[in-house]
């Protein structure tokens, strides 16, 4: 099951428990903020988060990782150019806030990794990397479920900024028509700031007319 919860500190941010029916066993991805609401959903529902999954280092995904990693005592996973946002306020953006978040105990993951649950081998999640927005951009892919978590890569109707640290246009629109949109027409693409939107709904939008991977 897939549970979106939007969560807000600066600005608002989907955060999204991705569970196990059978085992209550599951995975939180960009936990943005609002760390005593995520929890209580833990707490309330019952499930067993083994891991989180970060979709890029912006201070707006990763403002609650500090809180839920102290007290749940899991692994927090990002593609290994995360280290420059993790390590960087400037380049994670929470400087511009006056909190300065630093994240301290990260696995930092290769491209094309599966993350596996440990209750349920078959309930897994693909990472691919899709820079662009940022260096260390990602979306986590299931291809049974049809979903992807794809952060701020592409929105409903629109694409991620590029004009952050590490951001380069030419490069997400590349990596949008290569790894998201090359996806089956059916994915749900689920984004960080928008509603859910699909891989067929994006690829008729004006703003993708004439882009080519190439
Ligand atoms: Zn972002």
């Not at 995975?27 to 979709?55: N, Y």
């Not at 596996?116 to 260390?136: K, S």
């Not at 479920?145 to 629109?173: K, N, Q």
């Amino acid at each position: 099951m897939i549970l979106q919860v939007p969560v807000a500190r600066y600005i608002p941010t989907n955060a999204y428990f991705y569970i196990d029916e059978d085992t209550k066993h599951g995975f939180l991805i960009d936990p943005g903020a609002e760390p005593d609401k995520l929890l209580e959903i833990v707490k309330e529902r019952g499930f067993q988060l083994e891991k989180i999954l970060l979709t890029h280092g912006h201070f707006d995904h990763i403002g609650a990782v500090n809180d839920l990693q102290r007290i749940l005592k899991i692994p927090v996973l990002m593609q290994k150019n995360g280290r420059d946002y993790a390590e960087n306020p400037v380049w994670n953006l929470s400087a511009q806030t006056g909190e300065p978040i630093t994240l301290d105990d990260v696995t930092y993951l290769e491209d094309n990794t599966d993350i596996v649950l440990q209750a349920n081998p078959d309930f897994r999640l693909h990472m691919i990397p899709v820079p662009g927005h940022t260096t260390d951009g990602c979306m986590y892919y299931n291809l049974r479920d049809h979903v992807a978590f794809v952060g701020d890569s592409i929105f409903a109707g629109s694409y991620g900024r590029t004009d952050m640290p590490g951001g380069d246009s030419e490069t997400l629109m590349k990596s949008i028509v290569r790894e998201i949109l090359s996806l089956p027409d059916s994915t749900a693409l689920l984004s960080g700031h928008s509603g859910a939107t699909t891989v067929a709904t994006e690829k008729v939008q004006s703003w993708y007319q004439g882009i080519s991977a190439e």
